[in-house]
C-alpha cells in the first residue's frame, strides 16, 4: 500500500508566522523611519499589525498633521469633522512620547485657530524641532502666528504660507536657521529686517507674494534702507516674487549678502498702470548702489521682465556687478513686442560691462503658457 506523507503542517505554520512577522523583528529605529515615509493616518493605523507595533509610531520623529488625518465624509457636517481633526492631532501629541525634528501642519479649515494657537504653545516649549512647514488657508484674513512660535530656538528650517507675523520685542532670533521660506502672508517692514537680521547662519531665502505685504500696511518702497544692520555672509540662494515697488528690499537684501551664487526674481507690477507710475516716482536711485558687490553670483533669472525702464536698470546693475556670472536668463513677459525684444537684446549686447564674466551665457525667451 501506497504511504502519504504529509508535510509538516505544524512547521509550515510556524515559518508562515516568521515570515509574516520579519519587518517586526527589525530594529525600532527602522520601524520609526518605515512609519515617517508614510501618511500619518496610516501611520497610527499600523498599531493593529501587532503588539509591537501599537506603539511604534510615538516614537517618529516626524509629525504631519493635515486635512488627510482623519476620513472625512461627504455626508459629514463641517463642525464635526473640524473637531474629529482637532481630536485627532490632540491624541497624537498626548501619546507621543519620542523627540520631534520635523513638523509640518497643512489645513485648509480656519475655524481652529485658538486650537492650533494651543498646539504650537505646547510644541514651542521643545528645542528639538528642526523643520517647521505651516500653512493654514482662511478667505477671510491671514493666521496671525502666536508669540510662542518665536520660542523655537532649534530652528534650521522654515516655511510659512498665508500668516500675519509680527515679531515680539523679546525675540531673540532664530540663530540656527538655515532656509527661510515666506509664501503669501503679512509682515512691516522694520519686522522683515529686524527678522532677517537675527538669523546670522541663513543660506536660502524665498519670499513671495510680497508686494501684498507692504501694501497692506501702507508701508512704502523707502522703508527699507540700503543695507541690513548686518551682513548675511551665509546667505547664498536668494529667490523673490515681489512687486517692483519693493526695489528698495531687494537691493537691500542684495546689498546685505556679499557671498551670493544665485539671485532669482519675479516682477510683478500688479498689472495695475498706476502701480508703474507709482513705482517710477518712488524707487531708489540705481546710482547710490554702485558700490554693490557680488563677486560669487554665478546664476541670475528674472521673470516676468516687462522691459520698463527700472528693470533695465536693475538689470544691468547686477550684471555688471557679477565679475563671475554664469548665466543670466530673463524672462520676458508677454507685454513685450518683438520689436522691443529685439531693441533690449541690441542694448545689452552692446552695453560696456567691463566686469562680467566672459564666459557667462545670456538667454532671453518669452514666457511659457
Same mark, same amino acid.
Given at each position: 500500500?501506497?504511504?502519504?506523507?504529509?508535510?509538516?503542517?505544524?512547521?509550515?505554520?510556524?515559518?508562515?508566522?516568521?515570515?509574516?512577522?520579519?519587518?517586526?523583528?527589525?530594529?525600532?529605529?527602522?520601524?520609526?523611519?518605515?512609519?515617517?515615509?508614510?501618511?500619518?493616518?496610516?501611520?497610527?493605523?499600523?498599531?493593529?499589525?501587532?503588539?509591537?507595533?501599537?506603539?511604534?509610531?510615538?516614537?517618529?520623529?516626524?509629525?504631519?498633521?493635515?486635512?488627510?488625518?482623519?476620513?472625512?465624509?461627504?455626508?459629514?457636517?463641517?463642525?464635526?469633522?473640524?473637531?474629529?481633526?482637532?481630536?485627532?492631532?490632540?491624541?497624537?501629541?498626548?501619546?507621543?512620547?519620542?523627540?520631534?525634528?520635523?513638523?509640518?501642519?497643512?489645513?485648509?479649515?480656519?475655524?481652529?485657530?485658538?486650537?492650533?494657537?494651543?498646539?504650537?504653545?505646547?510644541?514651542?516649549?521643545?528645542?528639538?524641532?528642526?523643520?517647521?512647514?505651516?500653512?493654514?488657508?482662511?478667505?477671510?484674513?491671514?493666521?496671525?502666528?502666536?508669540?510662542?512660535?518665536? !520660542? %523655537?530656538?532649534? +530652528?534650521?528650517? #522654515?516655511? &510659512?504660507?498665508? /500668516?500675519?507675523? *509680527?515679531?515680539?520685542?523679546?525675540?531673540?532670533?532664530?540663530?540656527?536657521?538655515?532656509?527661510?521660506?515666506?509664501?503669501?502672508?503679512?509682515?512691516?517692514?522694520?519686522?522683515?529686517?529686524?527678522?532677517?537680521?537675527?538669523?546670522?547662519?541663513?543660506?536660502?531665502?524665498?519670499?513671495?507674494?510680497?508686494?501684498?505685504?507692504?501694501?497692506?500696511?501702507?508701508?512704502?518702497?523707502?522703508?527699507?534702507?540700503?543695507?541690513?544692520?548686518? !551682513? %548675511?555672509?551665509? +546667505?547664498?540662494? #536668494?529667490? &523673490?516674487?515681489? /512687486?517692483?515697488? *519693493?526695489?528698495?528690499?531687494?537691493?537691500?537684501?542684495?546689498?546685505?549678502?556679499?557671498?551670493?551664487?544665485?539671485?532669482?526674481?519675479?516682477?510683478?507690477?500688479?498689472?495695475?498702470?498706476?502701480?508703474?507710475?507709482?513705482?517710477?516716482?518712488?524707487?531708489?536711485?540705481?546710482?547710490?548702489?554702485?558700490?554693490?558687490?557680488?563677486?560669487?553670483?554665478?546664476?541670475?533669472?528674472?521673470?516676468?521682465?516687462?522691459?520698463?525702464?527700472?528693470?533695465?536698470?536693475? +538689470?544691468?546693475?547686477?550684471?555688471?556687478?557679477?565679475?563671475?556670472?554664469?548665466?543670466?536668463?530673463?524672462?520676458?513677459?508677454?507685454?513685450?513686442?518683438?520689436?522691443?525684444?529685439?531693441?533690449?537684446?541690441?542694448?545689452?549686447?552692446?552695453?560696456?560691462?567691463?566686469?562680467?564674466?566672459?564666459?557667462?551665457?545670456?538667454?532671453?525667451?518669452?514666457?511659457?503658457?
Amino acid at each position: 500500500m501506497h504511504r502519504v506523507e504529509y508535510p509538516n503542517l505544524e512547521g509550515l505554520m510556524q515559518a508562515h508566522i516568521q515570515s509574516r512577522d520579519r519587518i517586526s523583528a527589525l530594529p525600532q529605529d527602522i520601524i520609526e523611519k518605515i512609519l515617517t515615509l508614510m501618511p500619518m493616518r496610516d501611520a497610527l493605523r499600523t498599531s493593529i499589525l501587532s503588539k509591537k507595533w501599537r506603539y511604534c509610531w510615538t516614537g517618529i520623529p516626524k509629525l504631519v498633521f493635515d486635512d488627510n488625518l482623519v476620513k472625512q465624509s461627504s455626508n459629514m457636517e463641517e463642525e464635526i469633522e473640524k473637531y474629529k481633526l482637532i481630536n485627532a492631532i490632540f491624541h497624537v501629541l498626548l501619546l507621543h512620547k519620542g523627540l520631534v525634528s520635523e513638523l509640518c501642519i497643512c489645513i485648509t479649515d480656519a475655524e481652529i485657530v485658538n486650537e492650533i494657537d494651543q498646539i504650537i504653545l505646547n510644541l514651542s516649549r521643545s528645542k528639538n524641532i528642526k523643520k517647521f512647514t505651516f500653512e493654514i488657508s482662511s478667505i477671510d484674513e491671514y493666521y496671525k502666528l502666536p508669540f510662542s512660535f518665536f !520660542s %523655537l530656538q532649534g +530652528l534650521e528650517h #522654515l516655511s &510659512l504660507k498665508y /500668516c500675519k507675523i *509680527e515679531v515680539p520685542s523679546m525675540f531673540n532670533g532664530f540663530s540656527m536657521l538655515k532656509s527661510l521660506i515666506f509664501e503669501d502672508g503679512i509682515i512691516t517692514a522694520n519686522m522683515l529686517q529686524q527678522l532677517l537680521t537675527s538669523c546670522p547662519l541663513l543660506e536660502e531665502f524665498t519670499l513671495v507674494s510680497f508686494s501684498i505685504w507692504l501694501k497692506h500696511l501702507g508701508a512704502g518702497s523707502n522703508s527699507m534702507p540700503h543695507t541690513l544692520p548686518i !551682513s %548675511l555672509v551665509h +546667505l547664498r540662494i #536668494l529667490d &523673490l516674487g515681489v /512687486c517692483f515697488l *519693493e526695489l528698495s528690499f531687494v537691493l537691500c537684501v542684495i546689498s546685505s549678502s556679499p557671498n551670493l551664487e544665485k539671485i532669482k526674481v519675479e516682477i510683478c507690477w500688479d498689472h495695475d498702470r498706476r502701480c508703474v507710475e507709482q513705482a517710477f516716482d518712488n524707487l531708489p536711485d540705481i546710482q547710490d548702489y554702485l558700490g554693490l558687490n557680488l563677486d560669487h553670483l554665478k546664476e541670475l533669472e528674472i521673470t516676468s521682465f516687462h522691459n520698463y525702464a527700472p528693470e533695465m536698470e536693475f +538689470l544691468k546693475l547686477i550684471m555688471a556687478k557679477s565679475p563671475l556670472l554664469k548665466k543670466a536668463r530673463i524672462e520676458l513677459d508677454d507685454s513685450v513686442s518683438v520689436a522691443e525684444e529685439v531693441m533690449m537684446l541690441r542694448d545689452l549686447l552692446h552695453l560696456p560691462l567691463p566686469r562680467a564674466s566672459p564666459a557667462g551665457k545670456f538667454i532671453i525667451e518669452r514666457l511659457k503658457k
